[in-house]
């Protein structure tokens, strides 16, 4: 847990923000995936078959992207690492939280992803004594802080949101953000199955408790081991 989550483990966790298991994709979810990223594929030949259809459907979903310039642009580069940056970005996205009333000019493109992370309370326990007191601060402090960081070069406040996070950390942001948006609750037809459930690992249909009309939910067949098809 200690250790620095990678760009290819950290998309698994993301999707999971969704309840879409890409571990867990049916062979047909899969093919559609991969079918769909074919058409705009990273150029890596180096994602692992543990979390390749994980890199794709998030590619297809615009969760990633490949680097912006420099020698590895266009790349998706899986083995490196997340910073926390960009880990409380696409935390905010996948769990459909805005930040935009954060933004303000001038400042760094993770300004207003910090702010509202911290205000969404998404950052843990910080060991460093400082980051800790003001992970936990009013939004007001936090920002004073965050301004006053910004003023002079170096600063505490940067490098911490531009440092790498640990695979343990990136697992308590989920969880944090999980506390405000929870995938299970999206249920269209009530039938228990949270749709994207429904939609890449049973292909069933998420408005139909009843895909197949046969007077049982897609829930119960499941587990009754039966096809809701």
């Known amino acids: 847990p200690d250790e620095l989550i990678s760009r290819?483990?950290?998309?698994?966790?993301?999707?999971?923000?969704?309840?879409?298991?890409?571990?867990?994709?049916?062979?047909?979810?899969?093919?559609?995936?991969?079918?769909?990223?074919l058409q705009n594929p990273f150029p890596d030949t180096d994602i692992s078959s543990v979390y390749l259809s994980c890199v794709e459907e998030a590619k297809n979903r615009d969760i990633v992207s490949g680097y912006a310039s420099g020698a590895d642009a266009g790349f998706f580069k899986p083995n490196y690492a997340i910073s926390r940056a960009d880990a409380v970005k696409v935390v905010l996205e996948a769990a459909g939280i805005d930040s935009s009333s954060y933004a303000e000019a001038g400042k760094p493109w993770?300004?207003?992803?910090?702010?509202k992370g911290q205000?969404?309370?998404?950052?843990?326990?910080?060991?460093?004594?400082?980051?800790?007191?003001?992970?936990?601060?009013?939004?007001?402090?936090?920002k004073i802080w965050a301004d006053n960081q910004l003023s002079v070069t170096n600063n505490i406040f940067e490098q911490w949101?531009?440092?790498?996070?640990?695979?343990?950390?990136?697992?308590?942001?989920?969880?944090?953000?999980?506390?405000?948006?929870?995938?299970?609750?999206?249920?269209?037809?009530?039938?228990?199955?949270?749709?994207?459930?429904?939609?890449?690992?049973?292909?069933?249909?998420?408005?139909?408790?009843?895909?197949?009309?046969?007077?049982?939910d897609d829930l119960s067949e499941i587990l009754q081991g039966k096809d809701p098809h």
């Open 8 to 37: 290819e483990e950290f998309v698994q966790m993301v999707l999971g923000i969704t309840c879409t298991n890409c571990s867990s994709f049916s062979e047909e979810t899969k093919q559609d995936v991969h079918e769909q990223y």
């Open 161 to 216: 949101m531009m440092s790498s996070v640990t695979r343990a950390e990136f697992a308590l942001m989920v969880q944090n953000v999980m506390q405000t948006f929870d995938c299970y609750e999206q249920d269209l037809d009530g039938d228990g199955l949270p749709d994207n459930v429904e939609l890449y690992q049973y292909n069933t249909d998420s408005e139909n408790a009843d895909t197949d009309g046969g007077g049982l």
């Open 110 to 115: 993770y300004y207003q992803y910090a702010l």
């Open 119 to 142: 205000s969404e309370r998404i950052f843990p326990k910080q060991d460093n004594p400082i980051l800790f007191a003001v992970s936990f601060a009013s939004e007001e402090d936090f």
